[in-house]
T-cell receptor, first 114, second 111 residues
Framework: EAQVTQNPRYLITVTGKKLTVTCSQNMNHEYMSWYRQDPGLGLRQIYYSMNVEVTDKGDVPEGYKVSRKEKRNFPLILESPSPNQTSLYFC?????????????FGPGTRLTVL | GENVEQHPSTLSVQEGDSAVIKCTYSDSASNYFPWYKQELGKGPQLIIDIRSNVGEKKDQRIAVTLNKTAKHFSLHITETQPEDSAVYFCAAIGSGGKLIFGQGTELSVKP
């Protein structure tokens, strides 16, 4: 089954404790993104990657890091989480940035930073 | 910068009625407009999309219209059912292929 998976689905942590949210897709997609979803703000892009070893900032990159060492994986790293990073996070992938490629989303990770 | 505005933020309808969600976009070069449905506890899923060379597209009970001159596009759901209750997002593709999302509409269909 074609899908994007994320782990963990739920995470409660404390300020300053480094964490990683994993993302993996099995569709051989080149383009992957991370979004955060907050009430009234919709989906805002954090980082994106156009291919292996190619990453770039989205609209709200502060406090986040990503890596793309393999095509299928795109982990999101919070080196020193803060309470304002409490949010619902989605990983997404699509074939490339072109017009005809549907974007697939993972199931989401709900993060709470105390 | 590139922006997509979506209205209303919440919408409540009776089962069987129609629902309309409207979006406006700022980038006149945008040429692809997808709509996503997000059910509780799940990620958004594509339900319909429209490209700039088409004014309207229909798929069973859902339809999307596009007015490129006014930079408006809308989602229409007819004969609504309780399972249509969800959050709906519009989006427009911006420069560099980036998807810009609206703020979301929480649709509630009451039996």
């Amino acid at each position: 089954e074609a899908q994007v998976t994320q782990n963990p689905r739920y995470l409660i942590t404390v300020t300053g404790k480094k964490l990683t949210v994993t993302c993996s897709q099995n569709m051989n997609h080149e383009y992957m993104s991370w979004y955060r979803q907050d009430p009234g703000l919709g989906l805002r892009q954090i980082y994106y990657s156009m291919n292996v070893e190619v990453t770039d900032k989205g609209d709200v990159p502060e406090g986040y890091k990503v890596s793309r060492k393999e095509k299928r994986n795109f982990p999101l790293i919070l080196e020193s989480p803060s309470p304002n990073q409490t949010s619902l996070y989605f990983c997404a992938s699509r074939g490339d940035r072109g017009l005809n490629n549907e974007q697939f989303f993972g199931p989401g990770t709900r993060l709470t930073v105390l | 910068g590139e922006n997509v505005e979506q209205h209303p933020s919440t919408l409540s309808v009776q089962e069987g009625d129609s629902a309309v969600i409207k979006c406006t976009y700022s980038d006149s070069a945008s040429n692809y407009f997808p709509w996503y449905k997000q059910e509780l506890g799940k990620g958004p899923q594509l339900i319909i999309d429209i490209r700039s060379n088409v004014g309207e597209k229909k798929d069973q009970r859902i339809a999307v219209t596009l007015n490129k001159t006014a930079k408006h596009f809308s989602l229409h759901i007819t004969e609504t059912q309780p399972e249509d209750s969800a959050v709906y997002f519009c989006a427009a593709i911006g420069s560099g292929g980036k998807l810009i999302f609206g703020q979301g509409t929480e649709l509630s269909v009451k039996p």
